[in-house]
């Protein structure tokens, strides 16, 4: 297994762990550069408080469509703390069947953040489309200009067209070890241009040795990921790296942490 310094785990929902700061903590002492996404914007200011302390993990406000239902009404408290990260997410659609009766819904609510984002700049978005890439890009083509911010998708498994649009409109891909278990899915993630793949766990959803995916598990995403292109492991986590650094616009001298 690689060293975990320096890799990047860019979907990770830190707060949905028994303990919180302790996952943080746990991040920091990795040295894995750590988005903490957010599935609502009452959770944003613990998160933003835990993040600050550290030097590799970040948060980000988010409002997730399967608790648009629920929280449309957060919006307003979404948009107040707007202002306070670059970091946007998890937000997104999902037309699931779970989650299809508010799709309406969702529609409106990711129409409002991606303008509420173009209008503010330089925003980073982590994205989630089940069921919905479709959908998903419709919306990023309308209402964010690629100059006015940046897209990553989060476990896309659109089809390979729907992966080239995605590509054209310079959205990333954040890959984590579940889409690698799916054939089709291994298919259309090989065909991204190496200069747009992220690694993330989407823990604490998904599995590594039977127990929660942590951050530091973003290893064994950066080895498949490594098999798929025929590099090494730290030759790919070097790649990863440095598609964080110009996602965040940073020079080679740039220092992510910063
Ligand atoms: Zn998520």
Not at 135 to 147: A, G, N, R
Not at 193 to 210: Q, V, Y
Request: hydrophobic share 40%; charged share 25%; glycine share 6%.
């Amino acid at each position: 297994m690689i060293a975990t310094k320096g890799l990047v785990d860019f979907h990770c929902h830190l707060d949905l762990y028994p303990d919180h700061q302790a996952a943080v903590r746990e991040s920091e002492e990795a040295g894995v550069f750590t988005l903490a996404v957010t599935t609502t914007p009452k959770a944003w200011p613990r998160n933003q408080e835990f993040a600050q302390a550290t030097r590799h993990v970040r948060a980000a406000l988010g409002l997730h469509p399967q608790l648009v239902a629920e929280r449309a009404s957060e919006l307003p408290l979404w948009e107040a703390h707007l202002g306070e990260t670059r970091y946007i997410g998890e937000v997104g659609l999902d037309a699931g069947p779970r989650f299809y009766k508010s799709f309406d819904l969702q529609k409106q609510v990711f129409k409002h953040v991606l303008q509420c984002c173009a209008k503010a700049g330089n925003k980073i978005i982590t994205v989630h489309s089940i069921r919905a890439a479709k959908v998903v890009l419709d919306h990023v083509e309308s209402y964010l200009p690629p100059s006015q911010g940046k897209v990553v998708l989060h476990w896309f498994t659109g089809s390979n067209s729907e992966a080239k649009r995605a590509i054209e409109l310079g959205c990333y891909f954040s890959i984590n070890a579940s889409m690698l278990d799916n054939e089709r899915h291994v298919a259309m993630v090989g065909d991204i241009p190496l200069d747009r793949l992220l690694t993330e766990t989407d823990g604490p959803f998904t599995k590594t040795a039977e127990r929660p995916s942590k951050p530091a598990d973003v290893a064994v995403v950066v080895e498949a990921l490594g098999r798929l292109h025929g590099m090494s492991a730290v030759t790919l986590a070097e790649t990863v790296r440095s598609n964080l650094r110009s996602l965040l616009e940073l020079g080679e001298e740039g220092r992510v942490d910063a």
